[in-house]
């Protein structure tokens, strides 16, 4: 599946693509020549003066210290609100957010926007109009870093034409120190950087941005907290996200988000329960649970409240369908499946990122199970839910695969027999483990097994999609659709894109619709009845 494709499946900002270019090697210690900083301190706090700006650090990422997994209780913070004197600072001003990457940026955006939208900022997708942009940014590969650096140039004339504009650069990339100090070695018209675990400081930041001259530097480090209460401005009307847990434990070898994300901590599930109700009360009709391994969900509140009897818990809320992203089979037990297969608003579509499908590959991953294990996994979930839908994520070229270690990848691949697979081409992430392994696969022959791949999995999804021809599925109207505003679409069940000709009376309500045409990405559909949700 291609970027196009897959934002259209995912309806989500640009992201996950897959590495076009075998660029040179970047030389990172041109970054970290500060031999022409200064720094001072001044009430407290550190100034550095670089290339002629002023720039106010509070605190800059620190891997070591994003790699730490201490033993200190997650604390949850449930006292958020704006400050009084900072609920004016955005009146008659607008702001905009680029988001980039996975559903927990986008989510993030949307706790972003609520902040503020408190502080007094209205909307706009104007980059001339806007007084604040804020780019949300993603690290699982360095395209989708690229293209922040780009958009960071396209924003200098910008910048330069309007002082008082204020460019801020947050989400995964903030975390990293070399992309701090690439900032602040060569884009000194950014304003403001902060980090994922400290988004709750954005209108002080922002205040301080906003008054003071300098840059503001405010990245923590440290594990992660939980912040519940914060306003958030949701996207759309019919389907929300809900977080229920942040950071990851899991440290994959090629994966930056763990140092990214910070420590695994779950939410209270009374206070996700609570969430999943207003939202239900409010007319939402489809929640995604969100976490970057949802299956570990649990572990650290230590009372055996684990992601199954979350979801045996939701199961009961009136509300039609829940869906969970992203899981991870290592943790993915029997108890969850169990409660999966009681169906109803718990739907029959399992993400199973599987990587590999070779052994070999998946220990030097350290994804911690086997080829069969993850088989094994599936058949459970197949025996005890007969029509689930899988997809998945794999990553070809991993350093030093071999040819007979991807045709196990592409065996696994039919075996499987996925709905759809994401895959990408292995991209090294500074400071993981294996970003300093040798690698002796060529570009050239990396983008000839994902071209191989692709071809394998778009065939497979074609059929899988054919077999749908002539059935009725339930769907779930998100809105007219972006192609053609004659026709309504929504998605089935298991995550499918389907376009309908319906009347607009049918957005954000489920209806049956018989399958009439399958095409690799979507289906089309006719209307055969309101469903009574
Ligand atoms: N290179 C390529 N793909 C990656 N992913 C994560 N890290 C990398 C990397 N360094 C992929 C994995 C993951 C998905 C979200 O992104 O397949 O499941
Ligand atoms: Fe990355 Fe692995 Fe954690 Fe997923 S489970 S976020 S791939 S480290």
């Known amino acids: 599946m291609n970027e196009e494709q897959r934002k259209q499946q995912l309806n989500e900002s640009p992201s996950y693509n897959h590495d076009k270019k075998d660029k040179p090697k970047k030389d990172y210690s041109t970054y970290f020549d500060f031999s022409s900083a200064s720094i001072e301190e001044k009430e407290g706090r550190q100034y550095m003066k670089i290339g002629g700006r002023s720039i106010q650090i509070n605190e800059q990422p620190d891997f070591k210290k994003g790699k730490k997994r201490g033993k200190e209780e997650v604390e949850v913070q449930y006292g958020f609100n704006v400050p009084e004197e900072l609920r004016r600072l955005g009146q008659g001003k607008k702001y905009l957010i680029r988001t980039y990457g996975c559903q927990m940026n986008v989510h993030d955006t949307e706790n972003m926007s609520g902040i503020l939208e408190e502080m007094g900022f209205t909307e706009t997708s104007e980059t001339t109009e806007a007084d604040v942009i804020f780019l949300n940014t993603c690290a699982i590969r360095e395209n989708a870093e690229n293209k ?192 999966l297969a009681k169906g109803g608003n718990l739907v029959e579509h399992i993400h199973l990122p599987v990587q590999s499908g070779s052994s070999e590959v998946l220990k030097l991953m350290a994804r911690k199970y086997t080829r069969e294990q993850y088989v094994e996994l599936a058949g459970k979930i197949k025996a005890a839910i007969p029509h689930a839908s899988f997809t998945t994520d794999i990553i070809v070229g991993f350093p030093n695969e071999t040819d007979a270690q991807f045709e196990e990848t592409m065996s696994l691949v039919e075996e499987m027999d996925y709905d759809i697979a994401y895959t990408y081409i292995y991209s090294p992430r500074d400071n993981t483990p294996a970003a300093k392994m040798e690698d002796n696969v060529p570009m050239e022959v990396k983008k000839q097994r994902l071209a191989r791949l692709n071809k394998l999995v778009n065939d497979i999804s074609a059929r899988r999609n054919a077999e749908l021809e002539g059935q009725v599925v339930e769907v779930l109207i998100e809105g007219v659709s972006k192609k053609n505003e004659n026709v309504l679409s929504g998605r089935t069940r298991t995550n499918k894109m389907v376009n309908v000709a319906a009347p607009e009376s049918c957005i954000g309500q489920v209806i049956y619709t018989k399958i009439t045409e399958a095409k690799t990405w979507s289906l089309n559909g006719e209307l055969v009845e309101m469903a009574e949700v």
């Open 148 to 339: 922040v650096f780009g958009e960071l140039g396209h924003l200098k004339p910008l910048k330069l034409e309007k002082p008082e504009l204020i460019i801020g650069v947050c989400g995964c990339m903030s975390q990293e120190e070399t992309v701090v100090n690439r900032i602040l070695q060569k884009h000194n018209h950014v304003d403001l950087i902060f980090g994922t675990h400290n988004i709750h400081r954005v209108p002080e930041l922002l205040q301080d941005a906003i008054l003071g001259k300098e840059m503001v530097v405010e990245v923590w480090s440290k594990e992660g907290d939980v912040v519940e209460n914060m306003p958030r401005k949701r996207a759309g009307k019919t389907q929300a996200w809900v977080n229920i847990m942040y950071g990851c434990d899991k440290f994959c070898t090629y994966c930056i988000v763990p140092y990214t994300r910070g420590k695994e901590r779950s939410r209270m599930p009374e206070d996700i329960i609570h969430e999943v109700r207003d939202l239900a009360r409010q007319g939402y009709k489809e929640i995604t649970l969100l976490g970057q391994n949802v299956n570990a969900y649990g572990k650290d509140l230590g009372e055996g409240y684990r992601l199954g009897h979350l979801m045996d818990d939701l199961h009961k809320i009136d509300i039609p369908r829940i869906r969970f992203t992203t899981s991870h089979p290592r943790d993915f037990d029997d108890h969850l499946i169990e409660v």
